[in-house]
């Protein structure tokens, strides 16, 4: 006769899913603490960083673009660079890896400054990260303000009220070089788009964003300038 009290065991299936389970876990724990280590060492480019590090929390909308996507968008804001240049990456912190990774490969000599405007802390092991909240857009250190010439910006929601606010210190750029603006989104903010970046001329491209695990929403690429990678959808 089988005790009330006896405790319940799992199947060995259930055993190994679990097992996998916490062995994910910890290799992630462990390949972020690697990264940590890296970047308190002021990351030297012995290593190519990588995104497997930070899995995405899809409640908080966080969809990484693929490597080929990242690296090309990050060219694009290197294109032109100089030392005095200074670049922002807000909520796409694939394109900031990839940035780090362009720049200690030995590929561009230039060392512009970089911030990245990002919520998920995990991304504070970065010197280069501030806290952004789209929340409140303008709670960011008054020396940001008008700061950046290189705009790359992927607000983290298919919402007017995310866009709008995404966009809002975005329109006092520097002075220094031409604004080099990019704002990565769904297909169905576009109007909304066109319209709150219009003194920045920016308009839809040819350039299709991939993603590393995919994305049913279709996605599309705005900027205000044409390069080697994309031109205007309107002419393509």
């Not at 010197?127 to 940001?144: I, Q, T, V």
């Not at 709150?196 to 690429?221: D, M, P, W």
């Amino acid at each position: 006769m089988e005790s009330d009290d006896e405790i319940p065991q799992l199947s060995a299936g259930a055993l190994d899913a679990l097992k996998e389970f916490y062995g994910d876990r910890d290799t992630k724990q462990k390949e972020f603490e690697d990264l940590k280590a890296q970047a308190e060492n002021d990351f030297d480019g012995g290593k190519k960083l990588s995104m497997e590090a930070f899995t995405e929390d899809w409640n908080a909308s966080q969809f990484w673009y693929n490597d080929e996507t990242a690296t090309l968008l990050a060219e694009q804001l290197l294109d032109g660079a100089t030392d005095e240049s200074s670049i922002v990456v807000v909520s796409a912190p694939s394109v900031f890896i990839q940035l780090k990774n362009l720049l200690a490969s030995g590929k561009h000599t230039c060392r512009p400054q970089m911030t990245l405007l990002e919520f998920d802390e995990r991304f504070a092991v970065f010197k280069e990260f501030a806290m952004y909240d789209f929340e409140h857009p303008m709670r960011l250190p008054a020396e940001l303000k008008g700061k950046f010439d290189r705009i790359v910006c992927d607000p983290p929601f298919l919402s007017e009220d995310c866009q709008t606010k995404a966009k809002s210190w975005t329109t006092a750029p520097a002075e220094n070089d031409p604004l080099r603006l990019i704002v990565c989104t769904g297909e169905r903010m576009e109007s909304l788009i066109g319209k709150l970046y219009s003194k920045a001329g920016i308009q839809t491209t040819s350039f299709e964003v991939k993603h590393a695990k995919g994305l049913s929403n279709e996605f599309r690429c705005y900027s205000n300038f044409e390069c080697s990678a994309w031109e205007w959808a309107a002419k393509a």
